[in-house]
């Protein structure tokens, strides 16, 4: 079993930034893909970001091309998404979640661990 840990959430302005940690204990989670996962009121939940466990390739919604970046320290079992030029729209509930390989996927049901979750609100 993996447990996820998200933090760094908060109420930001539109334009500001935040910076998410996501923190793995129980296994390692060095061999496996992770992803960020946002949730807002009456939508789907959607992959956001995520990155191989080598940390060498990443995938962005189009929507956070060019303000979000994801990374991952394997040394610490911790993920991380920077968030910039943050918009109201990217308010939600953002989850982290450990993938069952090592590859990126975009499938939720590829997902086999999830956090609790943290709250992003942007105002404008």
């Known amino acids: 079993q993996v447990q996820l840990v998200e933090s760094g959430g908060g109420l930001v302005q539109a334009g500001g930034s935040l910076r998410l940690s996501c923190a793995a204990s129980?296994?390692?989670?060095?061999?496996?893909?992770m992803g960020w996962f946002r949730q807002a009121p009456g939508a789907e939940r959607e992959l956001v970001a995520a990155i191989t466990w080598s940390g060498g390739s990443t995938f962005y919604a189009d929507s956070v091309v060019g303000r979000f970046t994801i990374s991952r320290d394997n040394a610490k079992n911790t993920v991380y998404l920077q968030m910039n030029s943050l918009k109201s729209e990217d308010t939600a509930v953002y989850y982290c979640a450990v993938a069952s390989g090592r590859w990126i996927t975009r499938r939720r049901d590829e997902y086999d661990f999830w956090g609790q979750g943290t709250q992003v609100t942007v105002s404008s």
């Open positions: 129980g296994r390692t989670v060095s061999s496996y893909a």
